[in-house]
């Protein structure tokens, strides 16, 4: 090969070189986009007929602060599923543990704002004649005159609001007594009130359940057909497992089991105005009034008494309306409902936005660890919702 004709070979092989070398940072970017894209796909929404699905990105949300949330709560042992929905929107969705979008489980107290969605049903239907009833009215097996006078005084609207006067039973020791006793009704005189009726806040499963036995009474028909008739009926869902006490009423206070997406929906009523699709279901002057609160730092006197301090970084501050959590997190209100072991219904009205999450409802476990497994859905999710600057749009 003569040396021009070997120049010229060298330079079409330095040329195809330089060609090749200069085609290779695109596809390590394609690559690496095609990677991105797989990672954003862990909590891409199942396309089913109960929900319109988005995406982050088509609703305002940052993608990457999404993904990163649910990187995080595929750390979370006992999590069994994190959805979110944005402008009505399923934008997120996964589930953990071998769970399912088919699962229901547990909801745990998140049942206690089912039944002050069901209290506000009762009262439209002209079933309960006004908050102001008392307990006395509805249970005439208790002989209200030989027990504490001030118990018979006790209103509708004070178990809504937690103040009836029952203690906090996690800090006075009755929550063993609840779990070990099949009927709840004879605690009404057992159980000594901690404070008058209406002066402070006082966290009771008992007088939760005694509310579901109440709206039973009222109606005339058992809890479950009446909150299936009433309120998951008209969101297309249904109710799972819910367990009953030894008289055979369906416990007012947890456990009442619902899928994910049925909780999704649950919250999506609320967060526009007792509608669902159009459909009227709660009387908008009684969701507004179910999320107002009643009591104000419900925490504040008890964290000191906690081995565990501070109780949450981002819902530091729990306020309590009818049955319904209130708290900031960074910029944003927010109403929930809260169920033990992270059971969580997250409204965000100003980012049109509901965040729902399932876990281990963690059956008779009340101690430390319980309540660090909790907190760390619960830290999980106020920190997606404080990361997320002004109205979310991008």
Partial sequence: MSFLK??????ALKKRSVAL???????????????????????????????????????GLDPELVLSTYRKAGNLSNLYSLLVVKNSRLIAERYF????????????????SVMSSLAGIALGGKILAGLDQTMAEF????????????????????????????????????????????????LIGEIPLSADPGAQFG?????????????????????????????????????????????????????LS????????????YLNAGQFRGVRV????????????????TYGSVITTRPYGKILTHFEVLDYGYLWWSSQAGAHPVKFAWGHGGQLIVLVPDLDMI???????????FGEEAWRKTKAIMELVGEFIASIEGSGSL
């Avoid at 543990?97 to 206690?112: I, L, P, Y």
């Avoid at 619902?258 to 009523?269: D, E, I």
């Fill in 258 to 269: 619902l899928t994910p997406r049925a909780m999704a929906k649950y919250g999506s009523l």
């Fill in 6 to 11: 070997m120049r010229a070979s060298r330079w």
């Fill in 203 to 255: 966290y009771s499963n008992l007088t939760a359940h005694l509310l579901g036995i109440i709206l039973a009474r009222a109606a005339n028909t058992n809890l479950r057909t009446f909150a299936q008739t009433h309120l998951f009926d008209l969101l297309d869902a249904d109710i799972g497992y819910w367990p009953q006490d030894a008289s055979g009423y369906y416990y007012g206070s947890g456990d």
């Fill in 355 to 365: 965040v729902v999450t399932s876990a281990d409802h963690l059956p008779g476990q």
């Fill in 282 to 297: 709660l009387p908008p002057e009684w969701v507004a009034e179910s999320l107002t609160p009643a009591s104000f730092d």
């Fill in 139 to 186: 249970f005439p097996e208790i002989d209200w005159q030989s027990i504490d006078p001030r118990k018979s005084q006790i209103t509708i609207q004070q178990v809504l609001q937690m103040r009836s006067g029952f203690p906090w039973e996690e800090f006075t020791g009755h929550i063993e007594l609840l779990l070990s006793t099949p009927n709840w009704i004879p």
């Fill in 97 to 112: 543990q071998g769970m399912d979008h088919r699962a229901a489980n547990s909801t745990a107290s998140v049942t206690k």
């Fill in 21 to 59: 070398t200069g085609l290779l940072p695109l596809a390590v970017l394609g690559a690496a986009c095609a990677v991105a894209q797989n990672d954003h796909d862990i909590y891409k929404p199942l396309e089913l007929a109960d929900w319109e699905v988005s995406t982050p990105l088509a609703e």
